[in-house]
């Protein structure tokens, strides 16, 4: 596959197209952000358990660094490629503009399923991909981060060995790292925690009250779903559904999530959890819900079945979950969509305050990282939805709108090298 063939780059471009033209941006600008700054692909041999070797594919890509350095995740799936690499990393750019930090958008994946491999195993394949991108990351030009299949220990194996080819500790490689070795307090929950602000600020928008008679349906139970359940029951809401790579579990009356927790700890899956009736995950996207949240992978409501999706409220909790066609159908409908780049920002976010924190050797607390995080995205929520207002398009589209006006002020500024 080329850089530019993947799906989710196609629906990027589409959408990046759209909000150009729609905000007369410069043809200069869009023609750059087309295209990545720079893109990587690595071999990364494993030698694994039986003494066997195995080459992995690894991929890191830098969309655009005009705002400071890169950001991005690192995602270990075993449909990860470069193309879908690069997707997301053009993504990151539109986030951090739009949210307003100085940094740019990056991302890095391994091909691989790491539910094949031993603790050993992926500490081995973290390190040879840390080593093998190193001359191209650093605390001052681009900082991955925990995505799926990777957390903080990851991240922690990372730094290590970006540090021992260094010689001394550089905590400022990496965030989403464990609290004892340089992380940030509210780092694991923040893209989840994130997400359930959004929901109510757009529930506030629509003159909708987030109480016990809200229902509400999540694709997914990882790091970002987990933390946006928790936080929708403690506003009262029902947490009705949930689903993982098993499909869907789903109890009218309301999911006991603590349970459904302890439940996968001990199973790994969701699958005969008590007290809940299996779904599939298009029959949990079907489903009559206040608050639909997709937050699992790209790409899951399309213009096939975005017709049977009967949400007041769709947060985008993953990137790119619904396509272009698929955001216009709903839209039509009257469903409120609260855009990925907006709605799952919060990961990046703390990612930022971890960043700082650790530059100024100098921590924060608990209240004060979530205050923060609140005020960033209460106000980009509401640029987001005057730019909605001002353009008359869905939330969506004024997110791009609001998020390329940044970045062409930005790199008019900064002009293009050579001139």
């Known amino acids: 596959m080329s850089l530019y063939d993947s799906a989710l780059y196609k629906d990027s471009i589409s959408q990046l197209n759209f909000a150009g033209e729609a905000c007369r941006c410069d043809p200069n600008i869009l023609e750059r952000l087309r295209h990545p700054k720079r893109a990587l692909e690595v071999s ?14 690894g991929f890191r890509v830098q969309h655009n660094m005009t705002l400071g350095p890169g950001k991005g995740g690192v995602r270990y799936h075993p449909h990860v490629d470069l193309s879908e690499t690069a997707a997301l990393a053009m993504l990151m750019t539109f986030k951090c503009a739009l949210v ?11 091909c691989v399923d790491p539910n094949d491999l031993s603790r050993e195993e992926l500490q081995g394949l973290t390190r040879r991909y840390a080593i093998e991108i190193g001359p191209f990351i650093g605390p001052d030009s681009d900082i991955p981060a925990p995505d799926i299949g990777t957390d903080a220990q990851t ?41 359930a602000y959004c929901i109510g600020f757009a529930a506030e928008e629509i003159g909708m009250t987030i ?34 790579v098993t499909g869907g579990v789903y109890n009218e009356n309301g999911l006991d999530i603590e349970e459904a927790i302890r439940h996968v700890q001990k199973t790994r899956f969701l699958k005969g959890l008590k007290n809940a009736e299996a779904i599939t995950n298009d029959e949990l996207i079907a489903l009559k819900v206040d608050v639909l949240i997709p937050a699992a992978i790209d790409g899951i409501i399309t213009k096939e079945n975005a017709h049977t999706v009967k949400a007041k409220i769709i947060a985008e909790g993953a990137n790119g979950p619904l396509t272009r066609e698929a955001i216009d159908i709903v839209t039509d409908k009257g469903v409120f969509v609260i855009p990925d780049i907006l709605c799952n920002a919060g990961g990046v976010i703390v990612s930022y305050f971890e960043w700082v924190q650790g530059l100024a050797h100098l921590f924060w607390g608990i209240e004060e990282v979530n205050q923060k995080l609140h005020g960033i995205l209460k ?22 709108i609001s998020s390329i006006q940044r970045l062409e002020k930005a790199m008019r500024l900064r002009g293009l090298f050579p001139g």
């Open 44 to 57: 990364v041999p494993v030698r694994l358990d039986d003494g066997s070797v195995k080459t992995f594919k």
């Open 100 to 110: 307003g930090l100085p940094l740019g958008g990056a991302k890095g994946g391994v």
């Open 155 to 195: 991240m922690a194996w990372f730094m290590d060995t970006y540090s021992q080819i260094k010689g001394f500790a550089i905590p400022g490689v990496v965030t989403g790292k464990p609290i004892s070795i340089g992380g940030s307090l509210g780092r694991t929950a923040s893209t989840g925690k994130g997400v």
């Open 211 to 244: 109480d016990e008679n809200t229902k509400v349906a999540i694709h997914g139970f990882g790091k970002v779903a987990l933390p946006a359940a928790r936080d929708m029951a403690a506003k009262g809401a029902k947490i009705v559904a949930v689903s993982d």
């Open 379 to 400: 106000e980009s929520f509401s640029r987001v939805s005057s730019c909605s207002k001002t353009y008359k398009i869905d939330m969506k589209k004024a997110a791009l």
